[in-house]
């Protein structure tokens, strides 16, 4: 099992719409988690950033964690074209050999947001 | 611009060449780390640093070496490629454990 899941969509919605991704883990010594965007052929850009349970909110993104359901969340509120990449949740534990240093990703949502 | 470079942006390499992927960083973060990016398996990490000087294995180790001589400059030496290490390779830097990492455009390399 890996140590975050990610459901790969593809996600296709009409511009304008509220999205949802999601991310579940099997970790529960995760303390810290992201999101990053990656457009194609770029390197992943951060987006969010949150320290255990609760919601942050940044303009039209609200990310959500929820520990203990061991599941994160990124909301797009007022979607547009240019949000359309591939979203990357990551967390890290901070402990263990490799933990402070690695960041466990999940592998990707490309999202599409049609015109 | 701040923020990681990477070079080159494209390579081809004949299986048992060997080849550095360098990345340099003008933020002063400590702490640096190489990633591969694979279809279906999302990031992984290779090699990382805590600082110049000192450097650790992460998840994907085998084949690939790596120095830090500055807190600038983390290069990833390929010993001798194989086609199982064609992928995306990223590096990455942060400021401060837990905080965010940010990351260069990448490598693509394929090994033939």
């Known amino acids: 099992q890996k140590e975050v899941e990610q459901d790969p969509g593809p996600l296709s919605v009409p511009e304008g719409a509220i999205v949802s991704l999601n991310c579940t883990y099997s970790?529960?010594?995760?303390?810290?988690f992201m999101w990053y965007r990656q457009y194609s052929r770029k390197g992943p850009e951060l987006l969010m950033y949150?320290?255990?349970?609760g919601n942050k909110e940044d303009g039209r993104f609200t990310a959500q964690v929820d520990k203990s359901s061991k599941y994160i969340s990124l909301f797009i509120r007022d979607s547009q074209p240019s949000d359309s990449a591939t979203y990357l949740c990551?967390?890290?534990?901070?402990?263990?050999?490799?933990?402070?240093?690695?960041?466990?990703f999940g592998t990707g949502t490309r999202l599409t947001v049609i015109p | 611009n701040a923020g990681v470079t990477q070079t080159p942006k494209f390579q081809v390499l004949k299986t048992g060449q060997s080849m550095t992927l360098q990345c340099a960083q003008d933020?002063?973060?400590?702490?640096m780390s190489w990633y591969r990016q694979d279809p279906g398996m999302g990031l992984r990490l290779i090699h990382y640093?805590?600082?110049?000087?000192?450097?650790d294995q992460g998840e994907v180790p085998n084949g690939y070496n790596v120095s830090r001589s500055t807190t600038e400059d983390f290069p990833l030496r390929l010993l001798s490629a194989a086609p199982s290490q064609t992928s995306v390779y990223f590096c990455?830097?942060?400021?401060?454990?837990?905080?965010?990492?940010?990351f260069g455009s990448g490598t693509r390399l394929t090994v033939v």
């Open positions: 949150t320290y255990s349970s």
């Open positions: 640093s805590v600082g110049a000087g000192i450097t």
């Open positions: 933020m002063n973060h400590e702490y």
């Open positions: 990551a967390m890290n534990n901070l402990s263990g050999r490799t933990g402070a240093n690695n960041l466990f």
């Open positions: 990455a830097s942060t400021p401060q454990r837990g905080a965010g990492y940010t």
């Open positions: 970790n529960s010594a995760f303390q810290y």
